[in-house]
């Protein structure tokens, strides 16, 4: 318990110290009006309380990255944490904190404005085709999770597709409805299970004090049939850093009423999630030791699903097993929704169509919806359809925060201000999606040998790129 309690305090210290030197490198002016106020529409731009704001944005992060993605990285030990720590300081709240703040000072740019202001409009035509196809991919991958959920909750009856369609008929509400009506009345309901969660289960570990590896114990466990580099990088996403995350800034930087609310707001939303990601890493740890990796009676893989629901179980009861799961259930519902809706904006930014008129919302929604149902039939007619999809959905993920960290870095570079804040995790995040695509099933399935020697020449050529384009820039 030793390195997870130093983690755990590490992270909370981060958002404190290192949060507030990125804040002083951005350097937010109070003086200065949001789009909330300028571009007030009623829809999208809507002033919010800040309480509701971090709210909204922690939910809409926390979707299953930090809680099946954690579970999933429990299998490399220690290496988890590490990665949990460092990744959410160093990298996913910088990239979540400048990519909303950026949003603010352009009039609340969608994500691929953003990318294609400081990385070139062909860059931004690209990145906003990649984009969509995540953001479709999570509508669909949200989808599935908290209703498989929600089955094992219910009476059979009401079975796995009754959730899929009930949860796909909210986000169709929540996508359309203009943002204060739905979102943010019922988030706030949301946000209260998913924390009882995470500190339900904190609580308990502590309690049980289990045995958990040590750091100076090794990296990895007797479970790790995977390379820590790259998979764990993917695996881990949402609890350590993910590109799409800066899809959902730009969704409260048109809310916000003073750019100093951003670091406890887009900083301080994605140190939460950490904890949360660093929580269920160490439980998930202590069920795998316990239990091992694949059931015994049945010879299944336990799936994060299965390992969270018996984690609930056996250390909150009955009662507060039903709160924890609810919350695991409202994590991926409440970025499911945004997903989508962040997907109807930047088509709206990309093809600049207004979205006051239900009419033009429902002209950008239908076609979305319609891909997203096909995505969620092929996940039901093949038996390794979900998999499938949330492998491609992770490694979208992860290469959409590259695409974000190398604008930001330009940015700063642009403002003369510390660029090596983004530049450092921009090279790391290259370096791990390209050596990724290269190695996995999913990919190119290359030997280890070809997959690190293709990233690490990636990786050289963004830097050099950079380092050539910084001295033109001179």
């Not at 789009?35 to 299953?64: S, Y």
């Not at 990145?127 to 908290?146: D, H």
């Not at 507060?320 to 809706?341: C, E, F, K, N, Q």
Request: aromatic content about 14%; proline content about 4%.
């Amino acid at each position: 318990m030793i390195t997870f309690t130093l983690a755990l305090l590490l992270l909370i210290g981060g958002y404190f110290i290192y949060g507030r030197y990125v804040e002083r490198v951005f350097a937010p002016d109070a003086n200065r009006q949001t789009p909330a106020i300028t571009q007030a529409d009623g829809v999208d731009f809507i002033r919010l309380p800040n309480w509701k704001i971090f709210m909204i944005q922690f939910l809409n992060i926390a979707g299953l990255g930090p809680i099946f993605g954690a579970i999933m990285g429990a299998q490399f030990g220690t290496a988890s944490y590490l990665w949990i720590v460092l990744g959410t300081i160093f990298a996913g709240a910088v990239h979540d904190y400048f990519s909303g703040m950026l949003s603010i000072r352009h009039g609340g740019e969608s994500l691929p404005e953003i990318v294609g202001r400081f990385l070139g409009g062909r860059t931004k035509n690209i990145f906003c085709v990649f984009a969509m196809i995540l953001m479709v991919l999570v509508g669909a991958v949200f989808v599935s999770g908290p209703a498989e959920l929600l089955a094992g909750m219910t009476p059979a009856s009401l079975d796995f597709i009754f959730w899929m369609c009930i949860i796909f008929l909210y986000y169709v509400l929540a996508t359309l409805m203009p943002v204060d009506k739905i979102i943010g009345r019922i988030y706030p309901l949301f946000a209260a299970a998913l924390l009882f969660m995470a500190m339900g289960i904190l609580v308990m570990l502590y309690v049980k004090s289990p045995e958990l590896p040590e750091m100076w114990e090794g990296f990895g466990t007797k479970y790790d049939a995977n390379p820590i580099f790259p998979m764990m990088f993917i695996s881990i996403a949402c609890g350590a850093i993910s590109g799409f995350h800066a899809t959902q800034s730009p969704l409260m930087a048109r809310c916000m009423e003073n750019e100093k609310h951003g670091r406890p707001i887009f900083y301080g939303a994605m140190v939460a999630e950490g904890i949360v990601a660093l929580i269920w890493a160490a439980a998930a740890t202590y069920f795998f030791q316990e239990n091992g990796i694949v059931d015994q009676l049945t010879g299944k893989a336990y799936s994060g699903a299965a390992v969270a629901t018996q984690i609930s179980k056996d250390w909150l009861g009955t009662f507060g097993s039903i709160l924890a799961i609810l919350g695991i259930v409202a994590a991926p519902i409440t970025s499911g929704d945004t997903a989508l809706r962040s997907a109807r904006l930047i088509m709206a930014d990309f093809l600049h169509f207004d979205q006051k008129k239900i009419r033009n919302r429902l002209m950008i929604c239908l076609p979305l919806f319609a891909v997203t149902i096909a995505i969620l039939v092929y996940s039901l007619t093949d038996a390794n359809g979900f998999k499938i999809i949330w492998r491609y959905f992770a490694w979208c993920n992860q290469t959409m925060a590259v695409f974000t960290l190398w604008a930001i870095t330009v940015y700063l570079t642009l403002k003369k201000k510390n660029f090596y804040i983004t530049l450092l995790p921009a090279l790391l995040m290259t370096c791990v999606c390209s050596t990724y695509i290269c190695m996995a099933p999913e990919g190119l399935a290359l030997p280890a040998a070809w997959g690190y020697a293709i990233g690490g020449v990636c990786t050289v050529i963004g830097l050099v790129w950079f380092v050539l384009w910084k001295r033109k820039v001179k």
